[in-house]
């Protein structure tokens, strides 16, 4: 009997849902701790961008069962959520005069590698009454750009995918031409940004 629905890895098994977890509870913990209570629209916006990130992964992952496209289309907000977040905790550190680290500072490479090798938020949580703001935010940003360069690689990886063994969905309509003519329009700019994101986490 042919198979329906194509199967996916089960989202919380991927490390970019995991890392995507982690920067949504390490961002509402920093906002409660380094933000103003009230008359901050930074604070819902972080928030909410974090938890967009996070929850367009499971949906997209969830929705790739029957469509590819959708799925894409899904993994992309993520991206774009994330992306949005990082530009929070970049202007944060920026207006307070603090430092974003990068190779050069002194503790960077110790930092880069516990995001690495670190997952799950319970390998987070005991840091996040003890960091400050500057290792805190940092830690976020090391963490948004893992995220983006893991889904980046992981829609290219869709897109091939797609092109080889066509969409569920897309096969069940005879759309699959159409389908892949969409695709390719939403992965184009992803190969453009994948050597900026590799070059800022060596071996994301």
């Not at 380094?34 to 499971?58: E, W």
Request: charged content about 25%; hydrophobic content about 40%.
């Amino acid at each position: 009997m042919q198979q329906v629905l194509k199967r996916q890895a089960p989202w919380r098994n991927t490390y970019f849902y995991q890392k995507s977890e982690v920067l949504y509870h390490l961002t509402y913990v920093f906002c409660k701790r380094f933000l103003p209570a009230h008359g901050d629209r930074t604070v819902d916006q972080m928030i909410q961008a974090a938890r967009s990130g996070k929850q367009n992964i499971v949906e997209g992952i969830e929705d790739g069962v029957a469509s590819t496209e959708m799925q894409l289309k899904l993994l992309n907000v993520a991206r774009s959520s994330i992306q949005e977040l990082r530009e929070d905790y970049r202007d944060y550190l920026i207006s307070r005069n603090l430092t974003i680290w990068t190779e050069s500072h002194n503790r960077y490479n110790k930092m880069l590698e516990f995001c690495k090798i670190h997952n799950r938020v319970e390998d987070y949580q005991p840091h996040f009454d003890k960091w400050n703001n500057e290792e805190m935010a940092n830690t976020a940003l090391t963490l948004c750009y893992m995220v983006d360069t893991m889904l980046n690689r992981h829609l290219i990886t869709l897109e091939q995918e797609f092109v080889t063994q066509g969409g569920i969905k897309e096969m069940r309509t005879q759309a699959a031409p159409i389908g892949i003519v969409r695709i390719a329009e939403i992965i184009a700019p992803l190969r453009a940004t994948l050597s900026v994101l590799a070059a800022h986490i060596p071996c994301a």
